[in-house]
């Protein structure tokens, strides 16, 4: 094998995975596959441009859009004059777009890359450490590699729905870059995805229409966040839960939606549909399996706790990494980055491996009002503790009850703090209303350091009347 096939480390992807070079590693030969994400094939993965975000910046303008319909509480009397679609987006991508293409260019050309070497195409396993990449230009390279990391990420989930994917809806890969917004949307999907979109088009003026096989939108938070947010959205936009989609369809005034509740047939309609049911690992498009390589649940690859990849027996396969969305449960950027950092220590330090499994994972959803959550639910938690005979502590703390919470005259939210009644070790948190992202952190902290609530509350000031006085009461209700 020549030296120009065969490379010291291959890396597959271009998102957490592209944190992997460094100048600890010049000494050795490396190359990037990447075949770009999105319609676009954009380089830098799902987050930087289809993902966290760009959503997220959509999420900011939503939130300011809204703003007029929620002040007139406040004695304030505010009107939204317009929405400028093609702005909004604009400005948005315009400053991903760069962002993207700069960091493709770097490791394209910069003298810091100079041992990498980068191939923009499609990677597929044709045996053991040996790959096949289809470039760009349809030639075609074959690659051997001593260790090879994957980090190929996810893509939009299509459901098997009679003549939905005929109807070419949108997806979030391809939603916010629309040429223009839509009078109506139908969005099927009731998680993080589906919930987000939600309140990013009902506040540009779209008029939405939210398809849920479930009763119930975001069923992962805990029962009582879900059916607050439930409530919520549903005063907003036009909810259809417990329907079971049956078929979609491109008609000439846009789509038609069919589906069953019961023994009633719904119809809906719309100018545009969004899926926004979930996302599947791109483990597929790599055939993994003549890799020789195992799956886990729902086509990732199978992983141990150090991000060694698996066989189809459970076996290690020495040389052979994931991270992220290819191999991980919790599709998140903030996981796909501790464990690249864990990947990385582990191929320089094999005699001292770190394990990734060893901190709570918090997961944050930027609707409106924003929920996050870390740990176990209530509901699993008296489950866990009827099964092992310990008990428990369940505080409910209402933003309506702190002097800030007045301030915003907030009356739907809370955080419900779920505690061991011996120690008060920590053992989940939900939140949901303003800033519930940022609250959540405060409790992630204690978790992952080992704090207990009575340590947490009672070890330093609590700023009043600020915000974090949700926690700090929470905490005080758990803490004696």
């Not at 909810?239 to 005034?253: M, N």
């Not at 099964?387 to 009850?401: L, M």
Request: aromatic share 4%; net charge negative; with cysteine.
């Amino acid at each position: 094998m020549n030296a120009q096939t065969h490379y010291d480390i291959a890396l597959i992807g271009s998102g957490s995975v592209n944190s992997f070079p460094g100048p600890d590693l010049a000494g050795r030969s490396i190359v990037q596959i990447d075949r770009g994400v999105g319609p676009q094939a954009v380089f830098g993965g799902t987050c930087l441009n289809l993902g966290c975000i760009p959503t997220k910046m959509f999420v900011r303008t939503a939130d300011l859009a809204l703003a007029p319909s929620e002040s007139a509480a406040l004695g304030v009397r505010e009107r939204l004059e317009g929405v400028d679609w093609p702005a909004i987006r604009d400005r948005i991508f315009g400053r991903i777009d760069p962002i993207s293409a700069g960091g493709e260019e770097y490791r394209a050309s910069h003298e810091d890359n100079a041992n990498l070497t980068l191939l923009r195409g499609e990677a597929r396993f044709t045996g053991p450490k040996t790959l096949r990449v289809e470039l760009a230009d349809g030639t075609t390279r074959e690659i051997t590699a001593d260790t090879i990391v994957l980090g190929a990420g996810s893509r939009p989930e299509i459901p098997a729905i009679d003549g939905l994917a005929d109807a070419a809806p949108q997806t979030s890969d391809t939603v916010m870059r629309m040429d223009a917004l839509p009078a109506s949307m139908l969005i099927l999907g009731s998680g993080i995805i589906a919930v987000e979109f939600a309140h990013v088009l009902d506040a540009l003026g779209v008029d939405v229409t939210l398809v849920a096989r479930s009763q119930r939108v975001l069923r992962a938070a805990d029962a009582d966040v879900s059916a607050r947010l439930t409530e919520i959205l549903g005063g907003r936009i036009r909810l259809e839960t417990g329907l079971d989609t049956t078929s979609v369809r491109r008609t000439e005034g846009g789509v038609e939606l069919r589906g069953t509740r019961g023994r009633e047939e719904v119809v809906l309609q719309a100018e545009d549909v969004l899926v926004a049911t979930g996302r599947r690992p791109n483990s597929d498009r790599l055939d993994v399996a003549a890799g020789g390589i195992g799956l886990a649940e729902g086509g990732r690859v199978a992983v141990d706790a150090y991000q060694r990849v698996l066989d189809p027996e459970g076996q290690v396969l020495p040389g052979v990494w994931a991270l992220g969305d290819i191999s991980s449960p919790d599709q998140l950027k903030h996981v796909a980055n501790h464990q690249l950092r864990i990947v990385r220590h582990n191929v320089l330090h094999p005699e001292e491996m770190r394990r990734s499994d060893e901190m709570p994972v918090p997961f944050g959803v930027f609707t409106h009002p924003q929920v996050a959550w870390v740990g176990v639910d209530e509901e699993t938690a008296r489950a866990e503790a009827e099964r092992s005979g310990r008990e428990i502590r369940v505080a409910v703390q209402e933003y309506a009850s702190i002097a800030y919470g007045w301030a915003m005259e907030d009356t739907t939210g809370f955080l419900k703090l779920v505690v061991d009644a011996e120690s008060t070790a920590i053992l989940g948190a939900q939140i949901i209303g303003p800033e519930a992202t940022s609250l959540i952190q405060l409790l992630v902290q204690a978790m992952s350091t080992g704090q207990t609530a009575r340590d947490l509350a009672r070890t330093q000031y609590w700023i009043h009347p600020a915000m974090p006085e949700l926690v700090e009461n929470a905490l005080l209700q758990v803490a004696d």
